[in-house]
């Protein structure tokens, strides 16, 4: 650990909230989902409804539910990307759309898991979306790993994480994961998708023995979709000494308005997926 690998402290409204569980909670990983049933729209367009994902449990605030899970592959070269659903047209109301869907690890991996907070009028969300799905570094990136050895752009390569298991940066327990904030199916597209990448020895022993997140994660890395789910800021794991006051400082935060999300349990969550906007 490195001490100038601190992230300045967040400054904002402050809110208490129950304690969130920690790393026990893997024993219950892809066990049982909780599911909630967030508000619906009525707005036109295409695909939406209700749609069953994968995603970090939320554990304390206000956001409905957790945030949904990118699947991860690596390629050949040792390159991160996410994995996007297979496309197809299908016959809805009479007519035809476009949908990204397949089956994954048991599960139905849909692109309406990410089909909220205006996400679903985003060029990269599109089924149809030309994109190799790496995963790249953003701009301002809020780790100083990150901002000191990745340019804007860059693709995360697994070398990048070689040190996850003893990372830290002075916000709660070093060893527990090493993330990098980025975007997906974002270039030369106008909106950004906000990701999260984190690679953890929590996960490697979780995927052993569960069947989504072996097909859903690699290595240890998982990935996730990192709009709150409340009001749709961008939270951050370790990116705030201010997830300790709210939970737990292993947490996912988002400084808004004091959720906090476990990336160690992963739940299955149900919401009305919004329609993509024709
Ligand atoms: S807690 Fe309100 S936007 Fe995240």
Redesign the pocket.
Known sequence: MSADDKYPEESGRRRFVKGVVGGSALAGVGALGTVTVNSATASPGAGGGSTQAWAIENTG???PRGMPQIPIEIDSEGYIKGVWPDVETVTQGGREVQVAEMDLGGSTYSSEWFQYCGVEGYGGIQPGYESENYFRSGSNPAYNWQSQSKEEGDRFHVDDFSDYEEWGNGIGDPGTGKPASGRWRSEDASDIIPIQLLRSTRIEEAAQDDEWLQASTSEGFIAWLNK?T????V?GYKQSADAGRFGNPNSVY?Q????TYDPFNLVQTLFIARPRPD
């Open positions: 605030g206000p956001a709150c409340h009001f749709c800021c939270p988002c808004c308005h004091q959720s």
